[in-house]
């Protein structure tokens, strides 16, 4: 809340696509209900970008293999022990760029899939930067105005 008000009104706030619980902190009903209503940009990566991204800002769980393998191991029930095993085979080989490209090929793109076309519905834009560096990305993204 103490971050919302300094932004300044007549601009536009972008936000993140989130569901209204964040692990366990749920958002307001008013801004969640706004979310929902707003304008919808999506911005779509090339799956390596989006693979190289995750390696960078995860790299706590890569770091502490223990750990992921607990996250990884409450998805049991949705993909079985089997899909469960591959997972904890890569991590073990430390082969990441196979366990993240399944991990968002079978948990988190169909999951993001379905919040999107029962949450936002409005998406107005879709910008393709899968051709772009990552700086060059979040520059652009600043420079937006809808």
């Not at 095993?85 to 988190?108: A, M, S, V």
């Not at 519905?121 to 990305?137: F, P």
Request: proline letters at 3%.
């Amino acid at each position: 809340l103490q971050e919302f008000q300094k932004f300044d009104r007549h601009q536009p706030i972008w936000i993140e696509s989130e569901s209204y619980k964040i692990g366990e902190v749920y958002l307001p009903s008013s801004l969640w209900q706004k979310m929902k209503q707003s304008p919808c940009l999506e911005i779509q990566l090339s799956l390596t970008q989006r693979v190289e991204y995750l390696l960078e800002e995860y790299s706590h769980l890569i770091e502490n293999s223990d750990l992921l393998k607990e996250k990884i191991q409450y998805l049991r029930s949705r993909y079985g022990w089997e899909k469960i095993r591959q997972w904890f085979n890569w991590i073990d080989k430390k082969q990441w760029q196979e366990f993240i490209e399944d991990l968002l090929r079978t948990h988190y793109d169909p999951a993001y899939q379905r919040s999107l076309n029962k949450t936002y519905s409005n998406i107005t834009q879709r910008i393709d930067c899968s051709y772009q560096k990552h700086d060059d990305i979040c520059n652009a993204l600043t420079q937006l105005r809808y």
